[in-house]
């Protein structure tokens, strides 16, 4: 990981600094807030801020909020400087942490930040496959499309593959394309010149730049809007970039992975994925398989998580009884290893004893992990039907969509013009105007007492808008 050490920390800079780098961080080092700031737009970047409490933390915060810089911080001071660590807390920091700095707390932290972890626990021989695909392609310099449901560890995945690249001592950038709103990511991945908008009071390197001789994680790439696809596109085939408000290209060396945890081909063939942007990432397919199809990483995982966590809170190692394993193998696991992780986590904290009995890994409410199966199929359609519903939408006008909204509505009334005008929110007078609109279009209107599927012996009607 990559820290920035801001302020002078009472003098024991050194050893703070000795301390991260045997935790395996980068280490830069800058003495004021403003060449904090400057070092950040320029591109070297930061996983974590360890700044001097006495430092101005609040305004550090928000000129990082201001210019769109997401990076944690955590503030370092002395017991006397209670007030300035209160402060600083309130302010945003993460953390606040005691002078003179402890080496097993400075680990903690950096851990805890950075999760940085690029070894893989498996056991299943789904995901061994996908490890072995992964490992003859890790050395390429190819584009990865990492696939597979929410919390299978696809950016695990990601950060595994880098590691074991030829790339490995160089940055691992990721920009997690559903967290950024759409009018901002285009400035975050490729950086903006000063004064190309409101608020860019300097220049800003974006992910590409900054991750330029490493690898790029673009998370969740299915979410980007398929008008910055294109200038994407451009950026991965021609490696040039242009910083929003720039009037020349930037050079970039990177290789890009990508994940999602939707079908890109079927997003592509409804429009709403560039199929050349799909080709262009394609270039080697890594899907991650379910926990439920892969049961036997499900122990393994567990005690692992179990042994995390017990280490975590200073707790006696936890174990699992046999019904705890038992009912872990029953479970749907719809959250993947994300879900069983934050199950272990929470079993390790409600255990009465060492052993870990399944009162323990069940649901805050009582209910088993199995018992909720049901639940999460509930869930998960909706979500898919409300997903449907809305893009249903795309790609028809508003007039098409106004139409039959106002006519599905009078057919659900019967015909009762009154009664669909106030479930609609329009006058009576813009509903009359409307239908007359559609009974000259030729469409079938239903008379007060019918509904659309009923025939009417009738010819079209016109209404009196008065």
Not at 182 to 187: D, N, R, V, Y
Request: proline letters at 5%; one cysteine or more.
């Amino acid at each position: 990981m990559r820290l920035l050490i801001v302020g002078s920390l009472d003098g024991q800079l050194s050893q703070a600094t000795r301390m991260a780098m045997d935790g395996g961080a980068r280490v830069a080092h800058a003495s004021t807030l403003e060449i904090a700031l400057a070092t950040l737009r320029s591109g070297k970047g930061a996983d974590l801020l360890l700044v001097d409490v006495m430092l101005d933390i609040p305004a550090l915060i928000a000129g990082l909020e201001a210019e769109r810089i997401h990076v944690p911080l955590v503030a370092c001071g002395t017991e006397t400087n209670a007030a300035a660590a209160v402060n600083a807390i309130r302010a945003g920091a993460k953390e606040s942490i005691p002078l003179p700095p402890d080496a097993a707390l400075i680990a903690a932290v950096i851990s805890a930040v950075a999760r940085e972890s690029t070894d893989l626990l498996y056991r299943d021989p789904a995901m061994a496959r996908v490890v072995k695909l992964a490992n003859q392609i890790a050395g390429s310099d190819a584009s990865v499309l990492i696939t597979g449901e929410s919390g299978t560890g696809k950016e695990v995945m990601a950060k595994y593959l880098h590691a074991r690249s030829k790339r490995a001592s160089r940055p691992f950038i990721s920009i997690n394309c559903a967290a950024i709103p759409e009018h901002l990511l285009e400035s975050e991945l490729f950086g903006h010149e000063k004064g190309a908008f409101t608020g860019a009071v300097a220049r800003r390197i974006g992910k590409f730049e900054e991750a330029d001789g490493g690898t790029l994680l673009l998370d969740e790439i299915s979410e980007m809007d398929v008008r910055l696809q294109a200038k994407l596109l451009r950026a991965l085939q021609e490696r040039l970039i242009d910083r929003v408000g720039g009037n020349r290209p930037v050079k970039v060396d990177i290789r890009v992975l990508a994940t999602s945890n939707r079908d890109l081909a079927v997003e592509a063939r409804e429009g709403r994925f560039r199929e050349d942007l799909l080709f262009r990432l394609n270039v080697v397919n890594l899907k991650l398989p379910p926990l439920r199809e892969r049961p036997g990483d499900i122990i393994a995982l567990a005690d692992h998580f179990v042994a995390r966590y017990s280490a975590a809170n200073g707790l006696t190692q936890r174990v699992l009884s046999q019904p705890a394993r038992d009912e872990l193998l029953r479970a749907p696991w719809q959250g993947n290893v994300r879900e069983l992780e934050n199950t272990l986590h929470r079993a390790v904290l409600l255990s009465e004893g060492e052993v870990i009995e399944p009162e323990a890994i069940r649901m805050p409410d009582g209910s088993g992990l199995c018992e909720v199966a049901g639940a999460y199929d509930v869930a998960a359609q909706a979500a898919r039907d409300a997903e449907a519903a809305s893009r249903a939408f795309v790609g028809r006008t508003v007039a098409d969509v106004e139409r039959d909204l106002i006519l599905d509505t009078l057919d659900h009334c019967l015909g009762n013009r009154t009664h669909a005008a106030n479930i609609l929110g329009i006058s009576i007078r813009t509903l009359r105007n409307k239908l007359n609109q559609y009974s000259d279009e030729g469409l079938a209107v239903p008379g007060p007492g019918e509904h659309r599927g009923a025939p009417s012996q009738m010819p079209p009607r016109r209404y009196s808008a008065a």
